[in-house]
């Protein structure tokens, strides 16, 4: 049994504004080498993120995988292509056969099927036209430490949480709470 709660990106939806930094900068560093150009208006891609600005009346923020400890997609798929990592969810991109299960699986709709590009290029199905796709979702920048989004966003709205710590300082600030009441 597994100790240890896996991190996870929170979004602070008082302080999301739309502004789409977390998605850029998602984009930029899971498909460095995939661009010709590093530039506004010379990227040739199509700008897929790992997570998703959603915005619904009058709330905005980015919604992105929580990586769960019973992570509905990593027991949906067939093809062991999602697995656990020191308390990450991570796709295989090259084990994905771009089935939908984890897709449809995951509560938070984190998880899309998107294009892959090697080069600059898309890659199609083994005899076929049809470009092939792939699960995509936030890998927590599984090579970078602290998320890019988390880094990239002008109003602080995005934090790597890691449970442990937060529910040892919700202990902490209800324990003195509760003294302060007490001494009154």
């Known amino acids: 049994m597994r100790n240890e709660m896996g991190s996870f990106v929170a979004a602070d939806n008082t302080k999301c504004t739309g502004c789409k930094a977390c998605e850029m900068a998602c984009f930029a560093v899971h498909n460095q080498g995939n661009h010709v150009g590093n530039t506004v208006g010379t990227v040739e891609l199509p700008i897929t993120a790992r997570l998703y600005v959603t915005r619904a009346e009058e709330l905005c923020m980015p919604v992105q995988c929580r990586h769960c400890d019973n992570s509905p997609c990593l027991n949906s798929c067939t093809a062991g292509a999602i697995r656990r990592e020191e308390e990450k969810i991570i796709i295989d991109e090259d084990k994905c056969i771009g089935c939908k299960n984890c897709m449809m699986a995951c509560p938070f709709g984190a998880i899309e099927l998107v294009p892959v590009y090697r080069a600059g290029k898309e890659v199609l199905l083994p005899g ?9 979702k936030c890998d927590l920048c599984v090579k970078r430490g602290i998320p890019a989004c988390v880094n990239a966003c002008p109003n602080q709205a995005l934090s790597l949480v890691t449970p442990e710590a937060e529910l040892a300082d919700k202990r902490i600030q209800a324990a003195l709470a509760l003294a302060l009441t007490n001494q009154a």
């Open 128 to 136: 076929s036209t049809e470009v092939r796709k792939t699960a995509s």
